[in-house]
């Protein structure tokens, strides 16, 4: 049973450019969320996605936004790239969207802005 | 502005030493308080959860102590161990999750 999975693993960008990353949520899980970590630092919660909608927003300007498809899979996109976006985009998985459901992280995608 | 607060940032232990993480936090909005464990290149694993209706909860050699008057929890490694070497992070769960900045535990064999 595969956990959550995304990709890419690594990504160099330049400021100004746009980025898009993907994950795909452990099975039987429908509720995806988005967090942003920083070097040396916790994960900061960026948005969640469930039944295809955003449901809950962190600080996090629009140049942030997402997308869930059918199939629970989900994205994240970043415009106008900045270089303090550079940092470990998490995503995490839970079975259901109530604060209390355990979330399930796959192991992230590295970002750098150059 | 940090909502919860984590210390120490780093903590080094001997094997068979207990291993103690303290997290303090604001809101009282806040309902669930959980514990992540994360090893270089992984994502955070939940290790351990708490409801503010109990002051305790205790697995394996993991136990959350929770204070709420305080505003504070801790997490207690008993007989640390070199595998247990990793990032620890405490969460505070109310409308959104908010998470402490880490700390880094070496145990040393």
């Known amino acids: 049973d595969a956990g959550v999975t995304q990709s890419p693993t690594h990504l160099i960008k330049t400021r100004g450019q746009q980025v898009t990353l993907r994950c795909s949520p452990k099975?039987?899980?429908?509720?995806v969320s988005w967090y942003q970590q920083a070097l040396g630092q916790g994960p900061q919660f960026i948005f969640q996605?469930?039944?295809?909608?955003?449901?809950q927003r962190g600080n996090f300007p629009d140049r942030f936004s997402g997308h869930q498809f059918p199939n629970y899979s989900s994205e994240l996109n970043v415009n106008a790239l900045l270089l303090g976006d550079s940092a470990l985009y998490l995503c995490?998985?839970?079975?259901?969207?109530?604060?209390?459901?355990?979330?399930?992280f796959g192991n992230g995608t590295r970002l750098t802005v150059t | 502005q940090q909502q919860v607060k984590q210390s120490p940032q780093s903590l080094i232990v001997q094997k068979g030493g207990i291993s103690i993480i303290n997290c303090a936090y604001e809101?009282?909005?806040?309902?669930?308080f959980p514990w992540y464990q994360q090893f270089p290149g992984k994502g955070p694993a939940l290790l351990i959860a708490?409801?503010?209706?109990?002051s305790e909860k205790k697995e394996g050699r993991f136990t959350i102590s929770f204070n709420k008057s305080a505003k504070q929890f801790s997490l207690h490694i008993m007989d640390s161990q070199p595998g247990d070497s990793a990032t620890y992070f405490c969460?505070?769960?109310?409308?959104?999750?908010?998470f402490g900045r880490g700390t880094s535990l070496i145990v040393h064999p």
């Open positions: 995490a998985s839970s079975p259901t969207r109530g604060y209390n459901s355990p979330l399930h």
């Open positions: 099975s039987g899980h429908d509720t």
């Open positions: 996605y469930y039944e295809e909608e955003e449901r």
């Open positions: 809101n009282t909005a806040f309902d669930y």
């Open positions: 708490i409801r503010p209706d109990v």
């Open positions: 969460a505070a769960v109310g409308y959104i999750p908010t």
